[in-house]
C-alpha cells in the first residue's frame, strides 16, 4: 500500500533536500520538500525544483521556470521546456 511501512505505520511525506560538503562535514545548504508534489531534476550544476532553477553549489534560487519543464539531459545538459 502506497505511503506505508511494512509494519502499516505512515511514511513520513516532507523532510529536507540538502547539499553537504563530505570534506568540510557541513551542510551547505537545505531546502524544505514535499515528496509527494515537490518535483526535483537535476542538470549540470543546477537544480529545478517545481518552478525554480537552483544553483546546487549555493542553494540560491537563480530564477523562476515559466514554462514546464518536459525533458532534461544531464550528460547533455539540455532540458526542454
Known amino acids: 500500500m502506497r505511503g506505508f511501512r511494512k ?3 505512515k511514511l513520513n511525506k516532507t523532510g529536507t533536500f540538502l547539499q553537504y560538503n563530505m570534506k568540510q562535514k557541513d551542510v551547505l545548504w ?3 520538500i514535499d515528496y509527494q508534489t515537490d ?3 537535476h ?3 543546477f537544480l529545478f525544483k517545481n518552478e525554480y ?3 546546487v553549489s ?3 534560487k537563480l530564477w523562476k521556470v515559466k ?3 518536459y525533458f532534461i539531459d544531464s ?3 539540455i532540458c526542454i521546456g
Open 7 to 9: 509494519k502499516g505505520k
Open 30 to 32: 537545505n531546502r524544505n
Open 39 to 41: 518535483r526535483t531534476e
Open 43 to 45: 542538470c549540470g550544476g
Open 53 to 55: 532553477l537552483i544553483d
Open 58 to 60: 549555493t542553494g540560491k
Open 67 to 69: 514554462h514546464d519543464i
Open 75 to 77: 550528460k547533455k545538459n
